[in-house]
C-alpha cells in the first residue's frame, strides 16, 4: 500500500499539535481487519483529544477519530470478508489505538459491527459515536418506563449537539410528543425545534440548586452534558422518574443529596458508548437503521480531513450544531 493521509496529534516542546499527513500502513496500530475508511464523524471527545490534558490521548503520536465506517480491504478474522461494509465506534479507538481520521485503519476484529440493512456507510457517520450514544440513552430510558402512550414530559439537555440532536429527533420519530429542548443561545430555539422539540428553555428557567426536592417537571430526561445542569434537574424529576447521563460538557462534579432517590424512587442510568459488549450492539445499529433511522433529516454537515480543526474549534466554542462527517476519501 503507497502512503495515505491521516490526522496525526503529537506532543511539540510542551504542546499538543496536529494536522494532515501522510503515513504508512506500519504506523496503524495492530489489528485483525484492515479498512479502507469512507467517513467518520466529529465528537466532542474528539475535541478533547486534540487539547493539551483533554484526558482522551495517551501516548503521542496519535491519529484521533473514535469512529469510522468503511470497506474491509484486508482480514485474518474468518467473520468478515473483503469487500464488506463496516462501522467500529469506541473501544480505545482514537485513544490508544489509531483511529478513523485517516484514509485507512486497523482494528481488532472483535470490535468491527457489519454494516446493518437500510444504511449505507454515510448514514453510519450521520448517526456515529453520537447517535449511538443517543440510541443508548434512549433504550435505557425506555426500558425503565418511557413509553409514547405514557405522553411522558421529557426533557433533552444538550439539545442541539451531537448526541442532543439525533435524540431530539428519535424521539419525535417514535412518537413522543412532550419533548422540551434546553439550549444555550437565542439562535438554537428554532434548530431544536426543527428537530423535534415541542418546547424550548434555557439554563436560567431551570432555576437554581436550592432545595433537595423541587416542583416535578419532567417524568424523564435525557442528560448530555452533567455537571451543575444534571445537578439542577434531579430534584425536578418527577416520582419513579429517570435521568440517563451521557456526558461532561456542564462539568464533571454532580450536587445532589439522596432524598430524590429515597422519597421520588427515581432512578439515574449511566450511558457509556465506549465499552458496550459487540454481542449488543448489532442489535441497537438495526434499530438506528430502521425504526429509528432519521438520517435523512438530520442537521448534517460534510467536512474533508483538513476541514476538521474549523469543526473541532466550533465544538470548542459551543458553535457547533447537530452531526460533522467527515469523508476521509474526499482529496
Aim: net charge negative.
Amino acid at each position: 500500500m503507497n502512503s495515505f493521509k491521516a490526522i496525526v496529534i503529537k506532543e511539540q516542546q510542551d504542546e499538543v499539535v496536529y494536522g494532515v499527513e501522510q503515513i504508512s500502513e506500519e504506523q496503524l496500530s495492530q489489528g485483525e481487519v484492515l479498512v479502507k475508511v469512507a467517513y467518520s464523524s466529529i465528537n466532542y471527545k474528539d475535541m478533547l483529544a486534540v487539547q493539551k490534558k483533554g484526558g482522551v490521548i495517551r501516548d503521542y503520536p496519535m491519529i484521533p477519530g473514535i469512529d469510522f465506517s468503511g470497506t474491509v480491504v484486508h482480514t485474518a478474522d474468518d467473520r468478515f470478508q473483503e469487500g464488506q461494509e463496516v462501522i467500529v465506534t469506541g473501544f480505545e479507538m482514537g485513544m490508544s489505538h489509531t483511529g478513523g481520521f485517516a484514509e485507512y485503519a486497523r482494528v481488532p476484529a472483535e470490535w468491527v459491527v457489519p454494516l446493518p440493512k437500510g444504511l449505507n456507510l454515510k448514514d453510519a457517520m450521520v448517526f456515529g459515536t453520537a447517535g449511538f450514544t443517543a440510541a443508548l440513552s434512549i433504550q435505557a430510558l425506555e426500558q425503565n418506563g418511557m413509553d409514547p402512550k405514557n405522553d411522558p414530559a421529557l426533557l433533552v439537555t444538550g439539545s442541539t449537539g451531537g448526541v442532543g440532536s439525533v435524540a431530539l429527533q428519535i424521539l419525535s420519530k417514535i412518537g413522543y410528543t412532550n419533548v422540551t429542548a434546553l439550549v444555550r443561545k437565542d439562535h438554537q430555539v428554532e434548530v431544536a425545534k426543527s428537530l423535534g422539540a415541542t418546547q424550548v428553555i434555557f439554563p436560567n428557567d431551570l432555576g437554581e440548586l436550592k432545595k433537595p426536592l423541587n416542583k416535578q417537571k419532567f417524568d424523564y430526561v435525557l442528560d448530555t452534558v452533567g455537571g451543575d445542569v444534571a445537578s439542577v434537574l434531579i430534584p425536578q424529576i418527577s416520582y419513579g422518574g429517570s435521568m440517563s447521563m451521557c456526558g461532561n460538557a456542564a462539568g464533571l462534579q454532580l450536587t445532589a443529596t439522596v432524598l430524590p432517590f429515597i422519597l421520588r424512587g427515581i432512578n439515574l442510568l449511566g450511558i457509556d458508548s465506549v465499552n458496550v459488549p459487540i454481542e449488543k450492539r448489532g442489535a441497537i445499529w438495526d434499530k438506528m437503521a430502521s425504526d429509528w433511522n432519521i438520517t435523512q433529516t438530520t442537521l448534517t454537515d460534510e467536512v474533508s480531513l483538513e476541514q476538521v480543526p474549523d469543526t473541532i474549534e466550533a465544538i470548542k466554542n459551543g458553535e457547533h450544531l447537530g452531526r460533522t462527517i467527515v469523508n476521509c476519501q474526499n482529496a
